[in-house]
């Protein structure tokens, strides 16, 4: 199951490197990694803007007035540093989740769209996220 939406991408950089992200970890902003509150830490996205794409892992939160806040190095490799901001199509494939990220958040057939996933609300099983664009699932 794959899931698409749109959504707006800033990056951070200098200003966070080596400082503590959600995930506990220290910021790295060449690493391939994503701050959101959109999907739970630990979730594989893959970004998509024109013909470039890159897989990023959600690591750290940001403020719900920033969807995907990436790190330099993945914005980078979408687009020149100077755009700063752009709507980019992010897509959620479950078949790329690892095993211990499905155990936690498993699929709730009883959910339309999402077919779905707890998604980002970690305290409430099958709950859709509140998400102010649309998504769509992605058929094979």
Not at 31 to 36: L, S
């Amino acid at each position: 199951m794959k899931i698409l939406f749109l959504a707006i991408a800033t990056w951070y950089g200098s200003a966070h490197h080596g400082k503590p992200m959600a995930n506990g970890k220290l910021y790295d902003m060449t690493d391939m990694t994503v701050a959101t509150y959109l999907y739970p830490l630990g979730t594989e996205l893959e970004v998509r803007y024109g013909e470039q794409s890159v897989y990023v892992l959600v690591t750290d939160r940001c403020d719900t007035k920033t969807e995907i806040d990436m790190s330099r190095a993945s914005f980078e490799k979408l687009m020149d540093l100077k755009i700063g901001r752009a709507t980019v199509e992010v897509i959620f494939d479950y078949d790329r989740q690892s095993n211990d990220w499905k155990e936690k958040y498993p699929i709730c057939p009883e959910d339309s769209l999402y077919a779905s996933i707890e998604l980002p609300h970690e305290s409430s099983p099958c709950e859709t996220p509140a998400h102010p664009v649309s998504a769509e699932l992605i058929t094979p």
